[in-house]
């Protein structure tokens, strides 16, 4: 394969498609790496493959997905899919796992659309065989066409849940129930931000209307929820919860549970990012400038790897980075730039208004964040509990990396990707310090695990 | 646990899953597949040898490792089925660098 390109675009949803078809337009030379089989990322999986009735089930901002990935097809833009990203540093010089092999390549400009992740949030019993995130049920469904049996149950908070819910509903899924564990008075702190959410009025019609639409099918909705439990010895068998007042089980197979989602942000911690604690996303998120622009000359992120903006802002926010990379390559001036920009920065803001009050709205309680319960793993490889975290805070370590020292939470395979926003809160909410000042875990590559044969293959590519 | 929606009519591969001889339609994941044969987990944890299964299905979380034609820690949710595939499930660490 090429050794170099002017632009790589690391990612194939929205935000990666869009940034690299605007840039191939301009006649570079463009690579785009996703892990994927086929283009569309999270929101639009499997577009190109999926049949129509499945495609309908799924609503229609799936369906906006067709124009973007059609035009990605058509665009002279080199696609890798099956590509897994393992490294990229301050160099951009970019390791990859395709068909087995492990490859460099280096770039003037890099994009990194990764995209985000479910956010991880433990509860007793989460390890559970049975237990699984809501976007695990959804790829189930867009990819392979596969639901769970009936009797499933939903629990957690935020728009993607109700999605999924709905979409089970129209694809005749039989929901036992969706428990709600977004706290009451989350309502208090969104309403101020009310008028301005209204400004995008068509985002808060589409929710009550799939809410309606799930309470005429009768699903039952229970609301303020707490005190969530999955139970079960080697496999979920029930999951019980506090209802009014009232401990509540349902015996179920399979749990679904989400709490919205964070940036996936390995890529850009690996390269030496510098990122900050965004307080009402509650995530750890890069430090970017309005093009997208890292603290890394040359890097740049775009979409919900770096903040969440949902997939219609992912797409602006990649248009937006590739016409940075452009004027970076000299090959659009400052003026030609600016000019381009004007109508994705619009649509940008515009997208934007919906956002303080979701995050207000959907905001998880502070108990569940901070896993009040002692016993629970936090670390799912290196089983490190709740516990556990609190007493490396109460013998005086007051930051992530500490902790992980001490404990070894976040230094199994997953690389902390699982635990790292939960460590956050617990060690903040144990030492009193501000979350920005606990840090997040310091990031090594590979970020994606290779094999000694593959390292040893990369060697020998490299002294041919 | 989980069902197939449609009658898969496309091209089947025949898998094992744990020695036992499957069909699996072209194209799905190893952990679609395992999750709809109706595996009860997928591996061991090394610490205290609890049972786990996928979680994410997007490659973030590594409960779905398996030992895929005699190579262990492979995500399955990464791993497309092919004709003749052995899958296992993953006890413990597996072989750490084979
Ligand atoms: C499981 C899940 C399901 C979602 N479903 C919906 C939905 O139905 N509707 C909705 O409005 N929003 C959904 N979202 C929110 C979603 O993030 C969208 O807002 C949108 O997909 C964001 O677009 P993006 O381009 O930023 O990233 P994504 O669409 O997430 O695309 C990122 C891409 O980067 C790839 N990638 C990441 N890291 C690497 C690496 N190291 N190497 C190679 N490739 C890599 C990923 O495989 C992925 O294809 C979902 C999120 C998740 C996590
Ligand atoms: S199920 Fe999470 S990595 Fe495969």
Redesign the pocket.
């Known amino acids: 394969m090429k050794q170099h390109y002017q632009l790589a675009v690391?990612?194939?949803?929205?935000?990666?498609l869009a940034a690299a078809t605007v840039a191939a337009e301009q006649g570079i030379e463009v690579a785009v790496?996703?892990?994927?089989v086929a283009p569309?990322?999270?929101?639009?999986r499997a577009m190109e493959s999926i049949p129509q009735h499945r495609g309908s089930q799924?609503g229609d901002?799936?369906q906006r997905g067709r124009e973007l990935v059609s035009a990605f097809r058509a665009s002279s833009a080199k696609y890798f899919p099956e590509?897994?990203?393992?490294s990229l540093n301050g160099r951009r010089e970019i390791g990859l796992l395709l068909q087995g092999q492990a490859h460099t390549v280096t770039a003037d400009q890099v994009v990194i659309?990764?995209?985000?992740?479910?956010r991880p949030v433990p509860f007793p019993g989460w390890t559970l065989p049975g237990v699984m995130?809501a976007?695990?049920g959804?790829?189930l469904f867009k990819a392979h066409g596969i639901v769970p049996d009936d009797g499933v149950v939903l629990a957690g908070s935020g728009p993607?849940l109700l999605?999924l819910a709905w979409q089970y509903l129209h694809a005749g899924v039989s929901v036992k129930a969706l428990l709600d564990v977004t706290p009451m008075i989350n309502h208090l702190y969104a309403l101020p931000r009310l008028p301005r959410a209204l400004l995008a009025g068509h985002y808060l019609t589409k929710g009550m209307q799939y809410k309606r639409d799930l309470k005429r099918a009768g699903i039952s909705t229970l609301h303020n929820v707490r005190s969530l439990r999955a139970q079960g010895k080697d496999a979920l068998q029930s999951v019980s919860f506090l209802h009014r007042g009232r401990e509540q089980n349902l015996e179920t197979a399979v749990l679904l549970v989400h709490f919205g989602?964070i940036p996936?942000t390995?890529?850009g911690r690996v390269a030496g990012c510098r990122h900050v604690w965004d307080e009402s996303q509650l995530c750890w998120r890069p430090q970017l400038d309005e093009w997208g622009r890292t603290s890394v000359a040359g890097i740049l992120v775009?979409?919900?790897?770096g903040g969440?903006g949902?997939?219609r802002s992912?797409e602006h926010a990649?248009r937006l980075a590739a016409l940075q990379a452009l004027y970076a390559l000299g090959t659009l001036d400052r003026a030609t730039r600016q000019r381009l920009a004007r109508n994705d920065r619009k649509w940008m803001r515009e997208e934007s208004h919906i956002r303080p009050f979701l995050e207000a709205f959907f905001r998880i309680a502070d108990d569940m964040l901070q896993v009040a319960d002692d016993d629970t793993l936090v670390c799912r490889c290196e089983e490190v509990s709740a516990g556990q975290i609190r007493a490396a805070v109460a013998d005086g370590h007051r930051d992530s990396n500490q902790v992980k020292f001490l404990t070894r939470c976040g230094m199994g395979p997953c690389q902390g990707r699982q635990c790292a926003e939960a460590v956050s809160h617990i060690v903040a909410d144990a030492s009193g310090k501000a979350l920005q000042d606990i840090g997040h875990y310091r990031q090594r590559p590979p970020?994606?695990p290779l094999t000694l044969g593959q390292l040893a293959g990369l060697h020998s590519e490299k002294t041919e | 646990m989980f069902k197939r929606l449609d009658n898969p009519a496309q091209n089947s591969v025949n898998v094992t899953i744990n020695g036992q001889p499957v069909q699996v339609p072209e194209g799905e994941t190893v952990a679609a597949a395992v999750l709809v044969h109706g595996l009860p987990y997928t591996r061991t944890t090394p610490v205290s040898g609890a049972p786990r299964a996928p979680f994410c299905l997007?490659?973030v979380c590594f409960e779905c490792l398996m030992v895929i034609d005699g190579i262990a820690n492979q995500r399955a949710c990464m791993v497309q089925v092919r004709e003749g595939m052995r899958i296992e499930c993953q006890q413990g660490v597996g072989e750490l660098l084979s």
Do not use: K
């Open positions: 690391i990612g194939a949803g929205p935000a990666g790496f996703d892990g994927q569309g990322g999270q929101i639009y799924l901002e799936y590509t897994q990203v393992w659309c990764s995209g985000a992740i479910e995130n976007g695990a959804q790829i993607l999605l989602v996936h390995q890529l775009a979409g919900d790897g969440i949902g997939a992912a990649g970020v994606n | 997007m490659g």
